[in-house]
């Protein structure tokens, strides 16, 4: 799996976008991005994967760059539950069905 | 949607003795499951992957004897921590696989978090 880089704290304040940037220049082609994030004391928690395409679903938006180096997380208008820690995971979609995590980016969403 | 759970949550434990967790796929079936631990402030680290009716796979430097598998049925992956330790502490995390828009995508369940003393 391609390594990713991603800053390891961000701030935001409540209802402003939050834009988590992701670093994967050494992509293949058929890896995916994938995104999860996890709150204190809980399992991690799907939130969204694409290809190239920008994808969007009921808890955020996914924009990738053209040349698929680096990739954003949009959430597009944070609440204060949305303060957790952010992975960025790049995979095939099928196969080698383990994930490996990072260290993340821990989200502050600050009222 | 597909949910995980896992059970308990949290337990406390005297040093020496075995603790058991389960996780089960709840409305799903998971021939393959995974187990992490993170320790504090640290990431997920894959401890092993549970397969439904062959032995676990388990990651490098995982004591295999130490932390027991079993993934008896579809439902059911359960994690044994044997003869635990103070340095086994740490929260246990299992998943399961799911597809989400043609995609292979884990679940994760709640965690459980072990206390050696």
């Known amino acids: 799996d391609a390594k990713t880089t991603q800053p390891p704290s961000m701030d935001c304040a409540e209802g402003r976008a939050a834009n988590l940037p992701c670093n994967h220049s050494t992509i293949s082609g058929n890896e995916y991005v994938y995104w999860y994030r996890q709150i204190h004391s809980q399992g991690p928690q799907y939130i969204i994967h694409g290809l190239k395409n920008n994808e969007t679903n009921e808890m955020a938006s996914l924009i990738i760059t053209e040349d698929r180096k680096s990739s954003t997380l949009i959430l597009p208008h944070a609440t204060l539950r949305d303060t957790a820690v952010y992975y960025c995971?790049?995979?095939?979609?099928?196969?080698?069905?383990?994930?490996?995590f990072g260290t993340g980016t821990r989200l502050t969403i600050i009222p | 949607g597909a949910v995980v759970s896992q059970h308990p949550s949290r337990v406390i434990c005297k040093s020496g003795t075995s603790v058991k967790i389960e996780c089960r796929s709840l409305d799903f079936q998971a021939t393959t499951m995974f187990w992490y631990r993170q320790f504090p402030k640290q990431s997920l680290m894959l401890m092993a992957t549970s397969n439904e009716g062959s032995k676990a796979t388990y990651e490098q430097g995982v004591e295999k004897d130490k932390f027991l598998i079993n993934h008896a049925s579809l439902t059911l992956s359960t994690l044994t921590v044997t003869s635990a330790h103070p340095e086994d502490s740490s929260f246990y995390i299992c998943?399961?696989?799911?597809?989400?828009?043609?995609?292979?995508?884990?679940?994760f369940g709640a965690g459980s978090r072990l206390t050696v003393l």
């Open positions: 995971i790049v995979r095939v979609i099928f196969g080698n069905e383990k994930l490996t």
């Open positions: 998943s399961a696989k799911v597809v989400v828009s043609g995609a292979n995508v884990l679940t």
